[in-house]
């Protein structure tokens, strides 16, 4: 049995979400379903309402299901602290009676569980599989005593998935069994054709994450083609998303947030997926952008700058590379890109078969390390 361990929530549940977080962990979760695994996602998040949100379990797809332990009503930081130990004892409880050392744990690396996962792990000695998608300690406001925990936290796995080549070369000092991957290997079948010039951005609006390079790109495009921003963020930068479209005289919109299978559909009715970042941010440099994927997988050209971690993966010669992060260079890119196809559903069909042997292995405690 297979335990994974995040911040989970569904696209209809009242319950706090991390929309590109949760697109991976249902794509692992398939792929653990698919070498015979079954899944219980426990998830610690918590409740949007000003009302008790009580325990629930509910069937998710394959052999997974989810456990979403109860959290208290959303009021006030006070409640909020309370809720977060109320969450910790309920998880380490469940860990205590449920887990079985012929059990697996895989952890959605976050600093909220502070030390939990290394004691649970000597008191119970299941396998313990930590994802990385990112490094926190890259944040600019992260102190040296944040940065110290948190590599304490990557002392005490059994292995590790990783989201690019960069974290495991930071990380995995010790050579522990390890799998690369990068997003979402898989493709879907597309039902509608491809429109060329529908050009869109989803993801992450925060100003770091590169939308705000996409948004004057509008300007210096023909005007048969179109932009569409779609994407989740705080009030503040959905507002400041909506001034600068406002301010331009672009075929551009912001059209919202989709989630599962509307988000499918969505990307499905564009032929080209925007994802350019600001290749100096040191957060972006160890968090490979699972939006390439998401674009991949739904058969669109992706236009992209030349990031570090998109060089090293496997579908870089499948992407179409802006000379810079100008708002001219990448509507050259567009323009070429919308004249020179490239078919990428054999490269996604193999890495999705090698990772699936690849996380068969670290599952079956192959002393190897093995990478994508």
Known sequence: MVFYASY?????????????????????????????????????????????????KQHLFGTTDLLYFSSLPKKGMVFHAIDVIWGYLQLFIFILLFVQQSDTVIVYHSLGYRGLWSFLRKLKKFKYILEVEELYQSFKAANSSYKKHEKKVFRHPD???????????????????????????????????????????????????????????????PPDYEIH????????????VKDKIDCSSGNISYDGVFKGEA?????????????????????????YPSKVFSYLSNGLQV???????????????????????????????????????????????KLDHCFKQNLKLILRGSEENVHE
């Open 8 to 56: 989970y929530a569904t696209k209809d549940s009242n319950r706090f979400k991390n929309y590109a977080g949760e697109d991976k962990v249902d794509y692992i979760c398939n792929a653990l379903n698919s070498i015979g695994e079954s899944v219980l996602v426990l998830s610690s998040s918590k409740t949007n309402a000003k009302h008790f949100a009580k325990r629930e």
């Open 159 to 221: 292995a590790f998935l990783f989201s690019n080549q960069i974290l495991a070369d930071e990380i995995n000092k010790d050579k522990k069994p390890a799998v690369i991957v990068n997003g979402i290997y898989k493709s879907n079948h597309r039902k509608t054709g491809i429109c060329i010039k529908r050009v869109v951005y989803a993801g992450s609006l925060e100003a770091q994450k590169g939308v705000d390079y996409i948004i004057p790109v509008a300007e210096y495009l």
């Open 229 to 240: 921003i779609i994407g989740f963020g705080s009030a503040s930068d959905i507002q400041r």
């Open 263 to 287: 988000y499918i559909h969505f990307l499905q009715t564009c032929g080209i997926g925007l994802c350019i970042q600001d290749e100096n941010d040191v957060f972006n440099k160890y968090e």
């Open 303 to 349: 236009v992209a700058n030349d990031l570090i971690q998109l060089r090293q993966s496997e579908v870089f010669p499948y992407l179409h590379i802006s000379k810079s992060k100008s708002a001219p260079d990448i509507a050259e890119a567009i323009i070429n890109c919308s004249q020179c196809f490239l078919d990428t559903t054999d490269v996604m069909e």
